[in-house]
């Protein structure tokens, strides 16, 4: 139930609050594919607007926080890999496994639908474009909260965002691709008097 409360109420309400800005963007976009020539898909409509939504839902969790972390943070920066990890496991942190396991699969699970609908919406998807679009994002995530006094500033975050960006593309690829398919912007077609 803490799971619930800390993080998937939190995202599921910064997703609300995008849910004008994913409005916008789509309604802009289609203006633009229409003077492009571009169609698009219904399917592909819903994929962006929640993929929006819910980069709009991470910022609200990660940027903004959440009350769990609110109290004031002794140390707020690491850029040593894997130490934060270390420390939940065998350092300050000892004694309390459920809440490094929390942490650790979080961060990876909190990762998971970006970079599932990042593939799933961009036609030239692949594991390195996933990976490092999750890692840019997250390091974005990661350097707006040097502000922020209740927020840690840390690099294994990055690191098991970029793996959770790795595993959705893993589950985009148990999709078959005429599947995929409809969910991407394709060119209009236009058959001229010679071609008949």
Known sequence: M???????????????????????????ASLRHRKLNLT????????????????????SVTVLGTPAASEQLTETVNL???????????????????AAWINILGNIALFVPFGFLLSLLWRGASWQKAVLLSAGFSAAVELCQLTQPARMTDVDDVLLNSLGGFVGYLLFRLIKAGTAETFRVTEIKTYTSEQE
């Open 80 to 98: 040593i890999p894997f130490r934060f990890a270390y420390d939940m496991f065998y350092g300050c942190f000892a004694g309390k496994p459920a």
């Open 2 to 28: 803490y799971i619930i409360n800390a993080y998937i109420l939190p995202v599921a309400s910064g997703m609300i609050m995008a849910l004008p800005l994913a409005l916008f963007v789509r309604g802009f």
């Open 40 to 59: 698009t898909t219904r399917a592909h409509e819903i994929g962006a607007s929640l993929f929006i939504m819910y980069c709009g839902g991470i910022a």
